[in-house]
């Protein structure tokens, strides 16, 4: 040490004591991006000619969101129910989950959240 005490840092917000919340602003552009890129649900059909764990590995491939827990639970309401939803997000990329889902020989839909 070279003998001078250290200093503290003064931290100061670039917020003014004044300021307006922003809250409004963000509500608005969110409700702005879902009408621009409207939320579609990926569904995933059950079938009788895929293993259980052929599909939990099929949508941990397919849909990058999901993790073993999820896929596992997605797989046992499709099979158990039906069908089950696998993922909500916009046109394009529900598109391409059904897709990759479909290349593994899983039956999937897309449909307006």
Known sequence: M????????LVTSRRSPHAVSDAPVREAELRSLEE????YVVVLHNDDHNAMDHVVRA????IPEL?????????????????ADVVVCPLERAE???DRLESHGLTATI???
Do not use: F, K, W
């Not at 070279?2 to 840092?9: D, F, K, R």
């Not at 621009?36 to 939320?39: E, I, K, S, W, Y």
């Not at 949508?59 to 397919?62: G, H």
């Open 111 to 113: 449909r307006r959240a």
């Open 67 to 83: 993790d073993l827990e999820r896929a596992a639970e997605v797989m046992l309401i499709a099979h158990h129910h039906g069908q």
């Open 36 to 39: 621009t890129l409207p939320p």
């Open 96 to 98: 391409l989950y059904r």
């Open 2 to 9: 070279n003998g001078h005490s250290a200093s503290p840092e």
């Open 59 to 62: 949508l941990l491939v397919s």
